[in-house]
């Protein structure tokens, strides 16, 4: 899927960015230098830090970024144009995202997604006929872990559909599996009942 590009990517701080994003993708933020991130994006190392001052803030700046794609995306599922792919939305970002996830960084769209998901499921709950006894924060956190290992995962995961997920014919498998899986629970209600009966029991001995 695709979505109309942000006005600020047209500009030469967005190039830095974009440079940015690939070099912490590919080696890390303690690695990445701010020669080379100028050098990929055909600037120079003064005109990095005018706009950004210092590698932290650019980072921050990438995170911001990925914030406002997850934004755009969120309101791309909201309009029922169709599914999405964690993997192929974020498109060129996917190493920095799998990065930032697995390093610890990131942790405001991480965040973000929790709270989006929440909202999502206070919305759903309305219309559940068994009232959920675990809150929706807690079950939108998990939901938002689950969903971007799909980026960080995204080469086992291509190995064990057979297909490359970042590729049209790749999303498409993906979509129909998670569509699957979301629409068939593994465990029935009265299965479900007494899973959490044991859980309880557990903690009362």
Known sequence: MTTAPDPEDLTARARIRDAAMWHFGEHGFERA???GIAETAGVSLGLVRHHFGSKEALREAC???LMKTIHRLHEHA???QGGLNPVAAMGPYQRYLARALADGWAAPLFDEMVRIGERWLTEADK???DPP???AK???AVIAAMALSVAVLSQHLSRGLG???TTPEGEAKLLRVLLDVYSHPLLTPEEAAAARAALDGGRAT
């Open 33 to 35: 230098t701010i020669r």
């Open 63 to 65: 995170d911001e970024h």
């Open 78 to 80: 909201a309009s029922a």
């Open 127 to 129: 219309r559940r006929p």
């Open 133 to 135: 006894d675990v809150d």
């Open 138 to 140: 807690a079950r939108s």
């Open 163 to 165: 297909v490359d997920v």
